[in-house]
């Protein structure tokens, strides 16, 4: 235990987005944040790949040029730093099939690093790990709401835990061809199983912390059915809901002392060469031409503008749940690898300036944001 957590009493979570693999070497990931990581009690991040050498590749997912699949060997770079629950629950969890879910698993395991949000079957994959310290025991749950109808697990397919919506669309006016509402519902299955869930672990532990692969990539704002599931999630006993999916930031809620981060960005993604993820199931555009907007000629606004930006949620908890919130922010070099933002770059506040911008497109976000030495803090419980 490194000196500042033995300082602390309770329990520090260090949470982070999306991680890619690709990088040379793979431990290289996390050069510049890896000291930054350990500065908690237990470690957080979502994997965006499959490590395995077996599998199909399933056609619908679209992404065969994304390098999903890496060789098993690879992830030992999460035991570098290291983490102590990764959550597998993705869009990509299904792109080479059963096999390479269940070998993934399989991986961390072996590395001793549990896993969330999938498995080999739906049981395994709604199966929480626990944590304890100082008398303290925490919960952690994944899902996934951005999955192929294949992808996820059932009594005998391994695949991802489902928290999936549904999409129904509304005119906003009378003219042919005008921007529709676009309405987001949770489906009531699964949000029943999530509540449940946690209810359950509730009764066992301290504290319950969930993971959500969600919303839309790209954008800014979650999408309706999220605070539903959000809010839903910690009305059963949840403190913390850690999002990522959209590789990039969106914006931070607290609601009913819990703490809602709606999207984490991207912690390492390395950068591959070549085309575009093809957009599912219709495969006949892909992401750059759906996502990226030229109004004008010569003013161009590319879909990931904000791909780089991310940063590392600490959560300190307590018998009473979220004691305090800080964030630090990390931006990605030309390698993929996170660095850490400090208050003399620019960018340091341009983020923070982000952040705030973005709590404002929610209802409850957090829309001021103090500093607090190289980090922001986003909420300190009265006592």
Known sequence: MNQDSASR???????????????????????????????????????????????????????????????????????????NVLSLASNHTGDWGPEAVEDTVATFRKLAIPTIGAGRNIGEARKPVFFEKDGLRVAFFGYCSV??????????????????????????????????????????????????????????????????????????????????????????????????HAHQQQGIEIYNGGVIFYSLGNLACHRRGGGYALCMPGGTRNHREVYSLEPDPGHYYDYRRHWNEGGIAYIDLDRDGVRQVEYLPTYMNEKGQPEIVTPGDPQFETTRGYLEWLGGQIRGGVTKIASRGERYMLYERDL
């Not at 890619?20 to 050069?31: L, N, R, V």
């Open 9 to 83: 009493t309770g329990i520090r979570v260090a949470a982070c987005g999306d991680v890619a693999g690709g990088h040379k070497p793979p431990e290289s990931a996390f050069t510049h944040v890896r000291d930054a990581l350990r500065n908690a009690d237990i470690r957080f991040a979502q994997v965006e790949k499959l490590y395995t050498d077996r599998g199909t590749y399933q056609e619908s997912s679209g992404a065969a040029n994304l390098e999903v699949r890496q060789p098993p060997h690879t992830a030992a770079a999460f035991a570098t730093v290291p983490f």
């Open 147 to 244: 999955v192929l109808p294949q992808f996820w697990a059932s009594d005998d397919r391994a695949g991802c835990a489902p928290m999936r919506a549904s999409t129904f669309y509304e005119p906003i006016e009378y003219q042919p061809g005008s921007p529709p509402q676009i309405i987001t519902v949770p489906h009531q299955g699964d949000l029943e199983a999530l509540v449940d869930d946690v209810s359950d672990a509730k009764r066992s532990a301290d504290l319950v912390v969930v993971s959500l692969h969600w919303g839309l990539h790209f954008t800014s704002r979650p999408q309706e059915y999220q605070p539903v599931v959000a809010h839903a999630a910690i009305d059963a006993g949840a403190c913390a809901i850690l999002g990522h």
